[in-house]
Every structure is written in C-alpha cells, then in structure tokens.
T-cell receptor, first 112, second 119 residues
C-alpha cells in the first residue's frame, strides 16, 4: 500500500534554532516528492519538489534531502523564525498516477 | 508564479441549504483541478478530480450527488455542497494542474482554502 509517514507529529523549538523533519514513504514507482508548508487556515504552499535523481534542494532556509534507495526524505529548517510555525506536509507522487499521496504532517511551533 | 484563488474564503450556512465554492486559476490554464477536504489536525483528503469539459471522478466514499463538481472552463471549477449538514463542516481546498503545450506539468498549485461551517 502506498503510504507516506512523517515524524515527529509535532515539534516545539526556540526561535533561531534549527530543526529537521522526517518523511518515509512506500510509494512505488516513484515520481517526485514535495514538501509543503501550510499555515493554519490556509492552503499548502510548495517549498521544494525533488525527482528521483535529486538528493538535495534548498529554498532559502529550507533544505530538503532525498534518499530514493531508502525512501526517506528530510526537511531541515535553519535559524527558525516565528513565521515558520505551521504544518509541514510531505507529499509523494507515484510514477503512473497524477494523484498525490499526503503525509499527515508535522506541526511546528517556534517560540520566542 | 501560478496562483489559484478560492471564493469564498469562509462561509456559514444553515443545515439543509446548498453552498457553492469556486476555484480559479488566475494566470494559467488548468485542464485538471482537484478538490480536497481537510478536517482539523488531519492532512488533505482527495475528494474528486475534475477535468475540463467532462464528468468529475470521485474518490471512494465521496457522494457525487452531494458534492457536485463542475469544470466548465480551463480556469474555473466549482464545488457545490448540496443539502449541507453539520458533518460537512470542514476546510475545502482546491488545486489546479497546469496545462502546458506538449504535455502536462506535474506541478499542482493549491488554493487558499474555504472554511465551511454548517449550523
């Protein structure tokens, strides 16, 4: 069964600190993996999208990694800001379907 | 960048009435639009996929007669919740997949969501 699992479920960090969110997937065949940021009451906003051949991709203070062999991805946030408080969702697209498979998300709270 | 809008951003309606939610791709054409529902502290759940000019494809367990979807143009899809009940209260999000010459983009762009509350 195609699944996407994220950890931790929630995370609290102090402003300025770094953190890493994890995503494991069992989707096969695999097309691409995306990380989205979703603020409360808003739609998801794309942070990164990686294909099979990409190992890392950065978007400002966000850096995503992908290991297609172990089917793991991580999202690293550097020098966190209060505005980083949101849900971060890992989403995988299989190769033969347009459908996206969503993880349950990690709720991040950045405290001053 | 590609922008998807939704209207309204929030709506309150009485039980038994119908409510329509619009999803528009503002600066690109979208052959395919998707409708999702999200309950508090849960991830997005795909409800249906709509292709311009054809009938929508509904996910298992989603009542097509209750959630009417119309995709009449390449920039507009609508979701109508008919005879709404309190359990239909949720956050509804649409996304649009850009149509490119020579093929389809694999990128989906999400709208800001519509909060529906049925009293």
């Amino acid at each position: 069964k195609n699944q996407v699992e994220q950890s931790p479920q929630s995370l609290i960090i102090l402003e300025g600190k770094n953190c890493t969110l994890q995503c494991n997937y069992t989707v096969s065949p695999f097309s691409n993996l995306r990380w989205y940021k979703q603020d409360t009451g808003r739609g998801p906003v794309s942070l990164t999208i990686m294909t099979f051949s990409e190992n890392t991709k950065s978007n400002g203070r966000y850096t995503a990694t992908l290991d297609a062999d172990t089917k793991q991805s991580s999202l690293h946030i550097t020098a966190s800001q209060l505005s980083d408080s949101a849900s971060y969702i890992c989403v995988v697209r299989g190769d033969s379907s347009y459908k996206l498979i969503f993880g349950s998300g990690t709720r991040l709270l950045v405290r001053p | 960048g590609a922008v998807v809008s939704q209207h309204p951003s929030w709506v309150i309606c009485k039980s038994g009435t119908s409510v329509k939610i619009e999803c528009r791709s503002l600066d690109f054409q979208a052959t395919t639009m998707f409708w999702y529902r999200q309950f508090p502290k849960q991830s997005l759940m795909l409800m249906a996929t709509s292709n311009e000019g054809s009938k929508a494809t509904y996910e298992q367990g989603v009542e097509k007669d209750k959630f009417l979807i119309n995709h009449a143009s390449l920039t507009l899809s609508t979701l109508t919740v008919t005879s709404a009940h309190p359990e239909d209260s949720s956050f509804y999000i649409c996304s649009a997949r850009e149509s490119l010459s020579g093929g389809l983009s694999y990128e989906q762009y999400f709208g800001p969501g519509t909060r529906l509350t049925v009293t």
